[in-house]
């Protein structure tokens, strides 16, 4: 039997890790939408690949339950890429929390209660974690520790409290770095690692709805304003997520990395400081 990926969010920047990683392993395609999970399933297929869409919903334990049980049918879980996600302009606070934060969060806790011993696996989070000042140590500990079913009623994440969708997003992303490191330790328990990775802005469909969104010119001001002075590409993300996924990261876990072409350097030492 072949080494199972689990693949949630078929967008572009799994799309890009899948074609690094999965050959000779089942790539098991799961998103809220069935369409786009189909559509990567065939690109794949035709490249060679052996993968199965299937519909799954990162908002939904169950979903997330029954995403494994296919992924097991097929063989062991080895691997984990979590692509998916939705942005600030994309859906309203309670949506973004309950998908990019507590899904995320039920996401990890499942896998890491299957996956193969020497498993590995990545989920994406954002360099907008990475703009907020610090929450200090009780709320990080209240990110990465509380129960899945609870989390949404922290009292950081009521109402009051979230200023927008961009802050419900953010605090998602930085829950999604806390929660790694407290699930590093317990996939460690099964010789498994888990990491993030923060990207900057990357151009696939969800950054082209944050140019058209009502934040356009600030995204775009923002890669103009950057070192690098450009988007990133999903190909230079699997650069990194190719690492860490590989033997040639057996060190590294528990760990976020920041890949975002100087963005967030620049936003607080240069010229996008606000
Ligand atoms: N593109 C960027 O600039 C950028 C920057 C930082 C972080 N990210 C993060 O990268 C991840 C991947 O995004 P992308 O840029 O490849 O976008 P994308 O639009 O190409 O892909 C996102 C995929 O996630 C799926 N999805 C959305 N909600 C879902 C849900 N509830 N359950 C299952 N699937 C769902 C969508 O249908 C889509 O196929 C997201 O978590 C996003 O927040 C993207």
Redesign the pocket.
């Known amino acids: 039997m072949k080494d199972v990926i689990v693949w949630?969010?078929?967008?572009?920047?799994?799309m890009a890790i899948a074609r690094r990683v999965g050959y000779g392993k089942k790539i098991v395609i799961?998103?809220?939408?069935l369409a786009?999970a189909e559509r990567a399933a065939t690109t794949l297929r035709e490249a060679g690949f052996d993968c199965t869409a299937t519909e799954?919903?990162?908002?939904s334990r169950e979903s997330i339950l029954s995403l494994i049980a296919t992924a097991q049918s097929f063989g062991e879980i080895a691997m984990l890429i979590n692509?998916?996600?939705?942005?600030p302009s994309q859906a309203p606070i309670a949506t973004i929390l309950k998908?990019?934060l507590y899904?995320t969060a039920v996401l990890l806790e499942e896998v890491g209660k299957v996956i193969k011993r020497g498993g590995v696996g990545v989920t994406?989070?954002?360099?907008?974690g990475h703009r907020m000042p610090a929450l200090g140590a009780e709320a990080d500990e209240l990110l990465a520790t509380t129960p899945c079913e609870e989390l949404l009623s922290l009292e950081m994440l009521q109402e009051g409290n979230i200023r927008d969708t961009l802050h419900a997003y953010q605090m998602a992303k930085r829950c999604n770095v806390k929660r790694v490191m407290a699930e590093a330790v317990k996939w460690g328990e099964r010789g498994a690692r888990i990491n993030s990775i923060s990207?900057?802005?990357?151009v696939?469909?969800?950054?082209l709805d944050e140019f058209n969104g009502p934040r356009g010119d600030f995204y775009k001001n923002m890669f103009a304003k950057c070192p690098a002075g450009r988007p990133g590409t999903?190909d230079e993300v699997a650069n990194l997520a190719e690492i860490l996924l590989s033997e040639r990261g057996a060190f590294i876990t528990g760990s976020d990395f920041l890949i975002d072409g100087g963005a967030t350097a620049s936003f607080f030492y240069g010229p996008l400081k606000p």
Do not use: E, K, M
């Open positions: 949630i969010g078929a967008g572009q920047i799994g799961g998103d809220r939408s786009n799954a919903d990162l908002s692509s998916a996600g939705v942005s998908v990019d899904g994406i989070s954002s360099q907008s990207p900057g802005i990357i696939t469909p969800l950054a999903a």
